[in-house]
């Protein structure tokens, strides 16, 4: 069984991307969007869920969009994951190193 690669070094630019750098020796660089709009949690995952059953549901916009796509920090989880902190305060999110590759990918 192949061993997944784990990061080895991790910058966050705090108002436009991620980059981490792999135990392979690839780089992921994923933009702040990117990851906001992916955010794992329960939340977010059934309001993607919801717009997908009904794409012409109206949605209010949030009160600060560029709070939802700044990062304040973030911080690993075990040895398996990133938690990111949003400016807006939401910090629920894991990404598990898995989908950080994927969402890397071209």
Not at 22 to 35: N, R, Y
Not at 59 to 73: E, F, H, K
Not at 99 to 105: V, W, Y
Request: charged letters at 20%; aromatic letters at 4%; one cysteine or more.
């Amino acid at each position: 069984m192949a061993v997944s690669p784990t990061p080895i070094a991790i910058d966050l630019e705090r108002t436009s991307r991620l980059s981490i750098r792999w135990s392979d020796g690839s780089e992921t660089v994923i933009s702040l969007v990117s990851l906001r709009r992916a955010c794992p949690c329960a939340t977010c995952r059934a309001g993607r869920e919801e717009r997908a059953q009904n794409p012409l549901a109206v949605i209010a916009p949030p009160a600060d969009v560029a709070a939802q796509v700044t990062a304040s920090g973030a911080e690993l989880v075990g040895a398996y994951a990133l938690r990111v902190r949003w400016a807006d305060g939401h910090d629920t999110g894991i990404y598990d190193f898995g989908l950080l590759r994927r969402l890397g990918q071209p």
